[in-house]
């Protein structure tokens, strides 16, 4: 059995962060494990406090992963704090995984910054270039690049720049946009989709990400896990669940429900 690790924040109610990790990878039939970054009191109505694990305590929890049950993939979501950033670099390039997604949780929906500019830059300059995929949304593409992001052309022009500057494979998600989701890896790669009218997608970037790190376990390539993990989140959308009062979770396993 494949197995997946994400190092990212912990959601109580399920939705985003390591449960959504896990639930992502489960449905894919890999093993999965988790590093918590940082501990969310949050539910469907939002984020009420953020608690940082610290970046020592980070380090040592995935340390004690890649030790015993080494993953075939790894997914790295929310990171906290500039310290965390460092931290996961240096553990990246001590024992080099495999398959590595980063999911640049930089703002939030609102646009509040998640991780200080400090982080931000730290993320660019050690992590980027030692993954295969990010996966920004159009905002936090916009806040990477220092550009604008009006249209399909734009997304394309910003996905083709950070490959060239930081060499890993780029998968924009235009839920903010446009029914499109673009990848660019050397080679131009999109996703079209209807865009759907459901107001619950809460931990969308977390599935997608997830996600596609477990296609790139499973062998499929860079462009194959980007677009198959898009096409799995639109299914999960699309499926319809609706809890909570708020922006509900996606449904991660109606593709087991549909095919079992």
Known sequence: MKSFLSIAGSDPSGGAGVQADIKTASSFGLYAMGAITAITVQNTM?????????????????????????PDCVKIGMCADADTVSAIADL????????????TILLSTSGHELLSR?????MKERLFSIVDIITPNVPEA??????????????????AALYEKYGCGVLIKGGHLSGCDVFYDGALSVFEHKLIDNKNTHGTGCALSSA????????????????????????????GLDLGKGNGPLDLFYGRRRNG
């Open 46 to 70: 939002g984020v009420k406090d953020m608690i940082p694990a610290g970046a020592d305590t980070v380090y040592r929890q995935a340390e004690a992963v890649f030790e015993d049950i080494f």
């Open 92 to 103: 990246l390039k001590r024992f080099r995984p495999r398959n590595v997604v980063l999911d």
């Open 118 to 122: 400090e982080g931000a830059e730290i």
């Open 142 to 159: 916009e806040y990477i690049t220092g550009e604008a992001i009006e249209t399909r052309a734009d997304m394309e022009h910003a996905s």
């Open 212 to 239: 596609a790190a477990c296609l790139l376990a499973l062998g499929q390539t860079k462009s194959a896990a980007a677009l198959g993990a898009a096409r799995y989140v639109v299914g999960a959308i699309e499926a």
